[in-house]
């Protein structure tokens, strides 16, 4: 699994914290608190170790993913050739429980049906 650390992102809530992946893996992650035992460890070995990854099917095209401003909120944007969605990271601040938010959503959508009597791609839109 080995990755560069500086394809992580960083997100936490005071008491512990996670590294997410470009690819959406979160690859390191203590639960409840930073000295607590980690429930996902890829970082330090392979996938066997733990990890939960949230990452279109399709293969990407480009990816962005950035802050919000003044936040540990982690944006992460992935682009298939059928569309874009985008990745939400965070943890919930001043709960007496530690809350890993993960929110996805779609940015826009490209869609393409295929015809099976003659293979051609007749144009359609759908509303998601």
């Known amino acids: 699994m ?3 650390i500086e394809d992580y992102g960083f ?3 005071t008491r512990t914290s996670a590294l997410v992946s470009r690819d959406g893996s979160i690859d390191w992650m203590c639960l409840p ?5 980690a429930c996902f460890a890829a970082l330090l070995g392979t ?3 733990g990890h939960w990854q949230i990452a279109p099917v399709e293969p ?8 919000r401003p003044g936040t540990l909120v982690l ?3 992935f682009e298939t050739a059928t569309g874009c969605v985008r990745l939400i990271d965070c943890m919930v601040m001043d709960s007496p429980h530690r809350r890993l938010l993960r929110i996805v959503s779609h940015v826009a959508l490209i869609n393409t049906a295929r ?3 003659t293979g051609e791609h007749p144009p359609t839109s759908r509303r998601g």
Not at 33 to 37: A, H, K
């Open 2 to 4: 080995s990755r560069p």
């Open 47 to 49: 996938s066997d170790n």
């Open 75 to 77: 944006e992460t944007d």
């Open 33 to 37: 608190d930073f000295d607590s035992p």
């Open 11 to 13: 997100i936490g809530d």
């Open 115 to 117: 015809n099976l009597a």
């Open 60 to 67: 990407c095209v480009r990816m962005h993913r950035a802050y």
